[in-house]
């Protein structure tokens, strides 16, 4: 079973969606015990980062996703709470990457939203994945780049398009809106 971190965010429901369609199990839930017997957790999100990093840790959920040992995925929000901390609301977040999380600088053209390509891809998420493919996007705070990043876009300036720890991944795109190319990335992350 393949479980979808609730924590009053949005996007809970696309995801829920794009596995019904690859036939996964799955359940979006909050519950500690059924996040820990998941097969793999996802952690996606569209909101606030200070509003979200409150629900979770209120609930324990800073906690328990710290602890997973299952592969778990971060999607938009969800990579940016995987980071150390976030300008949006001068907020401390989990610490999973060790990135920081900044607001683009030109107001005119952000959020960036819409398709965009990888300047550069590599990691587990990306195998069959060339750097030319476009995956869609939409944020207006974006996490610089680590030696954990394993692919990079370039909007005002170059950030993580995803990360990977361990058995952490992120993406800050939406595979899940991504068409063809965003359901080879989930399948390789279900495949793990």
Not at 165 to 171: E, G, L, R
Request: proline share 3%.
């Amino acid at each position: 079973m393949i479980a979808i971190i609730k924590y009053n965010a949005g996007n809970t429901c696309s995801v829920q969606n794009a596995l019904n369609r690859l036939g996964y199990e799955n359940r979006i839930t909050d519950v500690e015990e059924e996040l820990l017997k998941a097969d793999k957790v996802i952690f996606p999100g569209v909101g606030e980062a200070s509003t979200a990093m409150s629900y979770l840790k209120e609930r324990g959920l800073d906690r328990v996703i710290l602890g997973l040992k299952q592969p778990v995925l971060g999607i938009c929000l969800g990579l940016q709470l995987m980071c150390e901390k976030t300008d949006e609301g001068d907020t401390n977040c989990l610490g999973i990457f060790k990135n920081k999380v900044r607001k683009f600088p030109n107001k005119e053209i952000v959020p960036h939203m819409g398709w965009n390509n990888f300047t550069e891809v590599r990691g587990t998420l990306f195998n069959g994945i060339s750097q030319d493919k476009d995956v869609y996007f939409v944020h207006s705070y974006y996490a610089d780049i680590s030696e954990q990043t394993t692919a990079v876009c370039d909007y005002i300036s170059p950030f993580s398009a995803a990360l990977e720890k361990d058995n952490f991944y992120a993406t800050q795109f939406h595979p899940e809106k991504s068409a063809d190319i965003g359901e080879q990335i989930l399948k390789n992350f279900l495949e793990l």
